[in-house]
């Protein structure tokens, strides 16, 4: 297909795998047996059965009709708000340890921004008894403390990340260094489509659950499986790449991500990456990222702790760059308006990064007969403290 990885894990100028030798034979292992594993009988049987039975998929398509009387056009939920642990990032780790199992792998380490992948893998850990470490910036441990808690109940340590900002990224670099140090028993859950090939590809797939089941849940709804607009936030990408998987050769499909615009894209306090980002390399793989012109990675900022990363996945920048995908920004006020819009027009209380999503709905030249489908990313309960401190509702 079109945007498939190519062999060298490449999405036309970007991807790759750029590590340090020593990480080599941990990312060569991957490499050489994720995809027959990920395709064997056995494991899809067992990847099925856990989404349906543990996630709770497939997850609703609820067509929205307080919100599409707004904007005057048909807007569906495809709500990964419902899934277990409350984020769409669940369907990854299930998928991830699922092929650390088969690698034979006894312990495993993640990063986390906020906190929702963390809890992710804590949960499918405790879920196959493994031993799990995740890395946490300090900043976004103070910010997200109740999903900090939920690791640890869940039986995983939460180590704080010191460095920069002592965010996402800096969570990323921590848990390099340790896989590094710990390379043949401990297998890496990435919680993105981001890293060295061929965690892009891998996350992508996993995910891809997604845009399936809206396909087959359009066509059931409205007897054609194509809406003309796709809408997802994106941080590194991993719920926009599931929402977009399956329309991406379906060029009649728009397929738009919302990226954080922070204080304003021009404020120097952003996270809006197709917007201001250059090529270059982070965490492994060579992607569009904020960057000072002598190379040095722009400290990124969002009101959401999941948008807070100052890349994107190679994927996203090559439909970015290929104009498969448009790339929008919006700042945090608007999404804080649009969390609370929704709330107040549906009863769902969204995760901020996923208000970013919802907010970009007012930025669409809509028409009526428009079919929208939006995905909800996750849910708002780790985000209370943040909608208390914003306080306009
Ligand atoms: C982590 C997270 C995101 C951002 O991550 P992506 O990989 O871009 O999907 C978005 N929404 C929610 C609810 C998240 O937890």
């Not at 922070?262 to 980002?277: I, K, Y």
């Not at 100052?310 to 448009?326: D, K, M």
Request: aromatic share 8%.
């Amino acid at each position: 297909m079109k945007f498939d990885v190519d062999k060298d894990g490449y999405y036309g100028s970007f991807g790759g795998a750029y590590i340090p030798e020593m990480l080599y034979p941990n990312v060569e292992e991957l490499r050489s047996k994720y995809l027959s594993i990920i395709q064997t009988s056995d494991f899809v049987e067992e990847f099925q059965s856990l989404l349906k039975s543990y996630v709770g998929r497939p997850t609703p398509l609820y067509l929205a009709k307080r919100l599409s009387e707004k904007y005057q056009a048909s807007i569906y939920l495809k709500r990964e708000d419902l899934c277990h642990t409350g984020a769409h990032k669940i369907n990854n780790t299930i998928g991830q340890i699922l092929l650390a199992k088969r690698l034979g792998k006894q312990k495993i380490i993640a990063e986390t921004g906020a906190g929702q992948h963390g809890v992710a893998t804590a949960t499918v850990c405790a879920l196959m008894g493994m031993e799990c470490i995740v890395y946490m910036g300090k900043h976004d441990m103070e910010r997200q403390r109740p999903n900090v808690e939920r690791m640890r109940i869940l039986g995983t340590t939460v180590v704080p990340a010191l460095s920069g900002s002592m965010t996402l990224k800096d969570a990323t670099n921590e848990a390099m260094r340790h896989w590094i140090n710990n390379p043949t028993d401990t297998h890496y859950i990435i919680g993105s489509v981001v890293g060295p090939h061929p965690y892009p590809d891998m996350v992508a797939r996993f995910q891809s659950v997604i845009s399936e089941e809206i396909k087959n849940q359009l066509l059931t709804e409205i007897g054609n499986p194509f809406p003309d607009y796709v809408l997802a936030c994106v941080g590194g990408g991993s719920n926009a790449a599931g929402a977009f998987y399956h329309f991406l050769n379906d060029e009649h499909v728009h397929l738009i991500g919302v990226e954080a615009g922070g204080h304003g894209v021009d404020s120097g306090e952003s996270a809006a990456t197709t917007a201001l980002g250059k090529p270059g390399i982070l965490h492994g793989s060579k992607t569009l990222l904020m960057q000072t012109v002598d190379g040095q990675v722009v400290e990124p900022y969002s009101i959401s702790a999941g948008l807070d990363y100052p890349g994107i996945g190679p994927l996203h920048a090559h439909l970015f760059e290929t104009g498969r995908v448009e790339f929008m920004s919006v700042t945090d006020d608007e999404a804080m308006v649009a969390g609370i819009e929704l709330s107040r027009t549906e009863g769902i209380i969204p995760a901020i990064e996923t208000a970013h999503a919802v907010a970009a709905l007012a930025k669409l030249p809509l028409e009526r007969e428009d079919c929208v489908v939006i995905n909800l990313s996750g849910r708002g309960d780790k985000d209370l403290e943040t909608y208390i401190r914003w306080g306009k509702y």
